[in-house]
């Protein structure tokens, strides 16, 4: 697909990554979302196998009855976005695995040959956190970005340690003149499956900072219906209680803000192997003949 920059042109761009900086999947399903609440148009395909190494990424392949359906190399996706009378651009992909000086590079030319000259990026992160908080912390590079964040109910991110590919296209986008901001959901570290309450607050947040508002839909009432599961796990499960009950305690007592753990962590900073809850799993075995409500990681 081959893009068409003279007649198309978007000031507003959001960029999400999936893999290790989309802790809980909650950036791709929230792109998802917004696709299906949006009049979107695809506007290009980029191919990205120079940006992975295969141990990292594999081309998508689907075969039904032994014939070849579908096959995809790693590509970024580009759309125009139109919400509530208003324009946005969205792009996608997973986070490159190598060269990402000059992935950022190019990234950020095709988004100035668009017209680009915001870019919001969005990402997700494991925190010692609970299903029943959310937060969202901000990474700014001038103080009129700053103000938008803390306007819009964000955090300042404290952080030291492996580098997201955000931070390489902020500086390079810095480098141009465009600003940039990334925005990180935090998402409760023994939670594994869709967390709406997370995608709606995040979508608010890109609508305060952008401009640009997005339908939330029914985001809200299918997380309360999540958490009904949840709250029954809890109930059900005495040791896992016990481990946020005694991990609430100690939050409560050093009065300081949570610190945030990436995606592959191993966790060690909770008790050793936590449990974790699978709600979707946890879902469909009570409905068979037995249940298993919990998983070990």
């Known amino acids: 697909m081959k893009k068409d920059t003279k007649t198309v042109q978007l000031r507003k761009w959001l960029i999400g990554f999936t893999g290790w900086c989309d802790a809980g999947n909650v950036v791709n399903n929230m792109v998802e979302h917004i696709l299906s609440v949006t009049e979107a148009q695809k506007l290009d395909e ?13 081309p998508y392949v689907v075969i039904k009855h032994g014939l070849i359906r579908n096959f995809a190399w790693p590509a970024m996706s580009f759309y125009r976005l139109e919400s509530k009378g208003k324009e946005i651009g969205l792009a996608l992909s997973a986070e ?5 000086k000059h992935f950022a590079k190019e990234l950020i030319e095709r988004i100035e040959a668009y017209g680009g ?3 919001i990026m969005a990402g997700s992160l494991y925190d010692k956190i609970f299903h029943d908080e ?12 700053l103000n938008l964040v803390l306007s819009a109910g964000c955090k300042l991110v404290e952080y030291e340690g492996p ?53 939330t839909g029914d985001l809200l009432d299918r997380w309360a219906v999540r958490v009904k599961n949840i709250e029954k796990i809890l109930e059900e499960d005495e040791e896992l209680r016990s481990v946020l009950e005694a991990l609430k305690e100690k939050e409560k007592e050093e009065k300081s803000p949570s610190k945030a753990l990436p995606a592959t962590s191993s966790m060690t900073t909770t008790p050793a192997k936590p449990k974790v809850i699978r709600i979707d ?5 009570r409905k068979g003949p037995s249940e298993g409500d919990f998983y070990n990681e």
């Open 163 to 215: 580098a997201a590919v955000h931070t390489a296209v902020m500086e390079e986008a810095r480098r141009r003149g465009i600003v940039a901001i990334s925005l990180w959901i935090h998402v409760p570290f023994y939670l594994k499956g869709p967390h709406e309450k997370a995608m709606a607050q995040l979508l608010d947040v890109l609508g305060r900072i952008s401009g640009v508002f997005f339908d």
């Open 281 to 285: 799993e946890f879902i469909r075995r």
């Open 117 to 119: 000259k915001q870019v």
């Open 46 to 58: 980029w191919d990205l196998e120079s940006y992975w190494h295969i141990e990292s990424e594999r």
């Open 96 to 100: 490159p695995s190598r060269n990402w």
């Open 134 to 145: 959310t937060i969202i912390s901000g990474v700014v590079l001038d103080p009129e970005s």
